[in-house]
């Protein structure tokens, strides 16, 4: 599950401690452009004592390379060992807008920024001749002064989970390759498959067997209701995705609205961001197929829950992350855990 904490943090704290009683495996907190991940973290590090604390995700172009691993490290430190790294290249809109750093070829990127995490990790002096990373840098391009160092700490795992946010066919292809985990959004359980089989095969053969199998972590808003407040559930979802699939990125630059399409919904995806990017943001989200809301919501009666999260199993999905509604949220959670396990 994702743990909110735009109010009160110790807010946040008692939910972790919550959810983790009830069952949950994983947290995770987001990074955008509000407070920072890591902060957190590291505070629900202190408030539980089981369930695994997730970056999702750490924008690898904001922060170095060093940086992103003495972090992570950290982390898992002061969590005894329950960190998961999640990471993503973002966009060009936020990379560039908030954090002022070229977007520049994020496969390339991503690949570095994990081959020097893993060498901090494993306590590697480190010395890196990449594209875009060179450890140290060459003295052209600075003092001349700087020398290879190795992590002085002694890291509690030298193999911290990673986990990629990736959509587009290489960046796919790249995740199913190094990553431990993959964080796919705009996720259609049914129609998974025929999109990024290929794309994970064609990864998956190039993986070193060392790394294990690839976890696939995804899912939605779950509740077991009647018919009418399941509608609801899934009619809250509408302005979301119209955001993700219509205004997230530019018009010619939206990877949520590229996936979208590939999912059979090439008239929906051009008609929700035309709307969006136009400002009328409540037809974008009334224009959100109903076929995709009942496809991604595990809403309905006990029968229909169960099959949706079946659905979400055959997809290849091995960490169902969800979002329960309803009044009793944690006994929902357990119910839920008790099918999964």
């Excluded at 095969?201 to 509740?223: C, E, H, S, Y």
């Excluded at 076929?291 to 169960?306: P, Q, W």
Aim: proline content about 6%; hydrophobic content about 40%; glycine content about 12%.
């Amino acid at each position: 599950m994702g743990i909110s904490y735009t109010g009160d943090p110790k807010a946040a704290g008692d939910r972790a401690a919550d959810l983790e009683s009830a069952g949950v495996d994983m947290l995770w907190v987001a990074e955008l452009y509000s407070f920072d991940a890591v902060s957190i973290l590291g505070y629900l590090a202190a408030r539980t004592e089981r369930v695994e604390l997730a970056s999702g995700i750490l924008p690898l172009y904001s922060r170095s390379p060093s940086l992103i691993a003495m972090t992570a490290a950290g982390l898992d430190a002061v969590s005894g060992g329950r960190f998961v790294l999640g990471l993503g290249a973002s966009g060009p809109q936020v990379i560039e807008g908030w954090h002022g750093v070229p977007y520049t070829k994020p496969l390339t990127a991503t690949r570095e920024v994990i081959d020097i995490c893993r060498k901090v990790w494993r306590r590697e002096v480190v010395e890196y001749d990449g594209e875009i990373y060179t450890l140290p840098l060459p003295p052209d391009q600075g003092t001349g002064l700087g020398k290879p160092l190795k992590i002085i700490n002694h890291p509690v795992r030298d193999n911290i989970p990673i986990y990629l946010a990736s959509l587009g066919p290489k960046n796919v292809q790249l995740t199913a390759e190094i990553a431990d985990g993959w964080l796919p959004t705009v996720f259609h359980p049914d129609k998974a498959r025929d999109v990024w089989g290929p794309d994970i095969d064609a990864g998956m053969a190039k993986r070193d067997a060392a790394l294990g199998p690839l976890d696939i972590a995804v899912g939605g808003t779950v509740a077991i209701c009647d018919e009418a407040t399941a509608q609801k559930l899934k009619d809250a979802l509408r302005p979301g995705i119209a955001l993700y699939v219509g205004g997230m990125g530019a018009k010619t630059k939206n990877f949520y609205n590229n996936t979208f399409r590939k999912y059979g919904f090439e008239a929906e995806g051009e008609e929700i961001q035309d709307l969006f990017l136009g400002g009328k943001k409540a037809e974008a989200a009334a224009a959100v197929p109903q076929e995709y809301l009942d496809a991604i919501a595990m809403v309905g009666d006990e029968g229909k829950v169960r099959e949706r999260v079946q659905a979400y199993a055959d997809a290849g999905v091995t960490q169902l992350r969800i979002n329960p509604a309803g009044d009793d949220k944690l006994g929902l959670i357990e119910k839920i855990k008790a099918w999964t396990d």
